[in-house]
């Protein structure tokens, strides 16, 4: 199955750029996810790449992905203090269609 | 709307007692999940399920029982076998044609045990 790691802490300031990073095991999984989860509340999906692409960018947040090395990042460009939360990189188990979800990353904005 | 709902929000529990979270869903979505979530950690599975009567095992599912008897609804029953039941629960749903397995979140159940 798939295993997903991610660094637990990341302190930006207002303004600057935010890069988040995931690796993962199981080089079959067709689509990589980043989750955003505010406190106490649920995910919410902000974007996904495809396992044949490079990069994926939308508007502030670009995904690269490194296949070889298996590693996945996210970058927030301008970074907000409303982008304070904890950010989830999943991986598709595609044998059962579940996701397997990384610890998630806190990512906190100062002023 | 469409999207994913669950309740109750907060939950607590005494000891020895089962207690059932609601999931409902009206996006037409064959497919529902239940995670749960500890502090500092990822979402570990629980259930799933791809049609109506019809869920599989996850990771964690010992302590847990779920249903579908209908394709809107998932709910999830913690009984009294689960050691530590005290997490955040959350739902979700996907479709199952297309490749892609964007899965769409509810916004949890926080259950204590008291």
């Known amino acids: 199955g798939e295993d997903v790691e991610q660094s637990l802490f990341l302190s930006v300031r207002e303004g600057d750029s935010s890069v988040i990073n995931c690796t993962y095991t199981d080089s079959s999984s067709t689509y990589l996810y980043w989750y955003k989860q505010e406190p106490g509340a649920g995910l919410q999906l902000l974007t996904y790449?495809?396992?044949?692409?490079d990069m994926k960018q939308d508007q502030r947040l670009t995904v690269l992905l490194n296949k070889k090395d298996k590693h996945l990042s996210l970058r927030i460009a301008d970074t907000q203090t409303g982008d304070s939360a904890i950010y989830f990189c999943?991986?598709?188990?595609?044998?059962?269609?579940?996701?397997?979800f990384g610890s998630g990353t806190r990512l906190q904005v100062q002023p | 709307d469409g999207g994913i709902t669950q309740s109750p929000k907060y939950l607590f529990r005494k000891e020895g007692q089962n207690v059932t979270l609601s999931c409902e869903q009206n996006l037409n979505h064959d497919a529902m999940y239940w995670y749960r979530q500890d502090p500092g950690q990822g979402l570990r599975l629980i259930y799933y399920?791809?049609?109506?009567?019809?869920?599989q095992k996850g990771d964690i599912a010992e302590g847990y029982s779920v249903s579908r008897e209908k394709k809107e609804s998932f709910p999830l029953t913690v009984t009294s076998a689960q050691k530590n039941p005290t997490a955040f629960y959350l739902c979700?749903?996907?479709?199952?044609?297309?490749?892609?397995?964007?899965?769409?979140f509810g916004p949890g159940t926080r259950l204590t045990v008291l």
């Open positions: 399920s791809q049609i109506v009567n019809d869920f």
């Open positions: 999943a991986g598709a188990d595609t044998g059962r269609r579940a996701l397997t």
């Open positions: 979700a749903s996907s479709t199952t044609s297309g490749r892609s397995n964007e899965q769409f």
């Open positions: 790449i495809f396992s044949n692409m």
